[in-house]
């Protein structure tokens, strides 16, 4: 009964480059949610996606960081043309909704560590 | 800014003794959560406290919730050197699609 897995664990890329980040959720999960952690920041709420649909992109800058969680496959949160400021810890998580409790739990995953060069 | 802000930012303790940090938040909730993670890791949910409860416990935790003061805190008993680590509080708030707003977080060193 694997948790929540993200992949890559670390991930080098240079100025201009592309980066591609993984999320496979929790079995039984519908719920996906990427968080951005700066040191002494906190965790940053990103974006909010059931299968194939965003319902919340409100914490996703403008240009360049798009999110998907296609029918089959892993969430992807994408951010093309990277600059040293997007270099930060990218943390999933996902949940199966509120439900009848009415409590949205979360599971995350060990995150992926981004560093921009 | 963050919906949920815990105080202290960090709190050194010796082992055995009883930490307490406290979150304050600004909007109504559905229920409030606080999360542990351990350093380079993921967060690790602790327990949660629904906006009609006004105390929960769970072994050495235990979490107040005052909707009136808009605040919450969390004690954590007889700490060990295993429970360093940081701490968050998270609000729910009510309505569907709901998304989880986290604090800044508590660093907790507990000294053996």
């Known amino acids: 009964n694997a948790g929540v897995m993200q992949n890559p664990r670390h991930l080098v890329r240079r100025r201009g480059q592309e980066a591609r980040l993984r999320c496979s959720p929790m079995?039984?999960?519908?719920?996906v949610y990427w968080y951005r952690q700066l040191p002494e920041e906190g965790l940053k709420f990103m974006v909010y996606?059931?299968?194939?649909?965003?319902?919340?992109e409100s914490g996703m800058p403008k240009e360049r960081f798009s999110a998907e969680f296609p029918k089959e496959g892993p969430s992807i949160l994408r951010i093309q043309q990277v600059v040293r400021g997007d270099s930060a810890a990218y943390f999933c998580?996902?949940?199966?909704?509120?439900?009848?409790?009415?409590?949205?739990?979360?599971?995350f995953g060990a995150g992926s560590r981004l560093t921009v060069l | 800014s963050q919906q949920g802000e815990e105080d202290p930012q960090a709190l050194s303790i010796q082992e055995g003794e009883n930490a307490t940090m406290n979150c304050s938040y600004k909007t109504s909730i559905n229920n409030l959560q606080w999360y542990r993670q351990n350093s380079g890791r993921g967060l690790v949910h602790l327990i949660l406290i629904r906006s009609n409860e006004r105390e929960k416990h769970s072994g050495r935790l235990r979490v107040t919730l005052d909707t009136s003061k808009k605040s919450s805190s969390l004690l954590i008993t007889a700490s060990r050197a295993a429970d360093t680590a940081s701490y968050f509080c998270a609000t729910d708030p009510t309505g569907a699609n709901s998304k989880l707003t986290f604090g800044k977080g508590i660093t907790l060193s507990v000294r053996p």
């Open positions: 996606l059931q299968k194939e649909n965003i319902i919340d």
């Open positions: 079995k039984g999960h519908s719920h």
């Open positions: 998580a996902s949940s199966r909704g509120q439900g009848s409790s009415g409590a949205n739990v979360l599971t």
